[in-house]
């Protein structure tokens, strides 16, 4: 079975800075990978998603995530942090392949000071 | 992608009744799921929900307790039965479009009082 560690529970950023938020996971082939993001109050919205092909993916609201099968990592960076970033940020793999079930990590918080 | 909506978005309710939340999609999908998500915790998958046959749940979760109903391709509804305060949480109904994505809905955030 597959697993994820995001093993910084929160961070904080000063806007304007860059971000980079750790995911390590777990699983026996390649793996589907992806990052939500969980605003204050709200359900969860994909920033963008990893299947095959190029290692470094684009996502929605300036994110990218590169996909690293030596470390078994799929980290998420933005160059700079705007103060509405700040949002619960999940990291989450699948086995893929059709019928698929996601696993969760446990969530990184991101607090953004002015 | 597909654009989900879940009613209610928020409820308190008394310890020993139920809560039926519904959840409605703009298109027709296979398979719907039902999660979990308790203060401060990450996702829980409670249980698979496929039209035209019964739902799959997950270890720790039991049909008595969150009997689902997916009547067609575009909703499906969860009830939580005989609150108790640990039942405090966020149910996020999710879909699945065929394209190995999940899509979830904005949330119904539970209080037992």
């Known amino acids: 079975a597959q697993s994820v560690t995001q093993p910084d529970i929160h961070i904080t950023v000063s806007e304007g800075a860059s971000l980079e938020l750790r995911c390590n996971y777990s699983y026996g082939a390649t793996p589907y990978l992806f990052w939500y993001v969980q605003s204050p109050g709200q359900g969860l919205q994909l920033l963008l998603k990893?299947?095959?092909?190029?290692?470094l993916v684009q996502g929605i609201k300036g994110f990218e995530a590169e996909f690293k099968r030596s470390q078994s990592s799929f980290n998420l960076r933005k160059p700079s942090v705007h103060w509405s970033d700040a949002a619960e940020y999940f990291c989450a793999v699948a086995a893929g392949g059709g019928s698929y079930i996601p696993t969760f990590g446990r969530g990184t918080s991101l607090i953004v000071h002015p | 992608s597909a654009v989900i909506s879940q009613k209610p978005s928020r409820d308190i309710c008394q310890r020993g009744t139920s809560l039926t939340i519904q959840c409605q999609v703009d298109s027709q999908v296979t398979m719907m799921f039902w999660y979990r998500q308790q203060p401060g915790q990450s996702l829980t998958l409670i249980a698979t929900a496929n039209q035209g046959s019964e739902a799959t749940y997950e270890s720790g979760f039991v049909i008595d307790k969150f009997p689902i109903s997916r009547p067609n391709l575009t909703f499906s509804t969860l009830t939580v039965s005989n609150m108790s305060p640990e039942d405090s949480s966020i149910y996020l109904c999710?879909?699945?479009?065929?394209?190995?994505?999940?899509?979830f809905g904005p949330g119904t955030r539970l209080t037992v009082l």
């Open positions: 999710s879909v699945s479009t065929g394209a190995d994505t999940q899509y």
């Open positions: 990893y299947f095959s092909g190029d290692t």
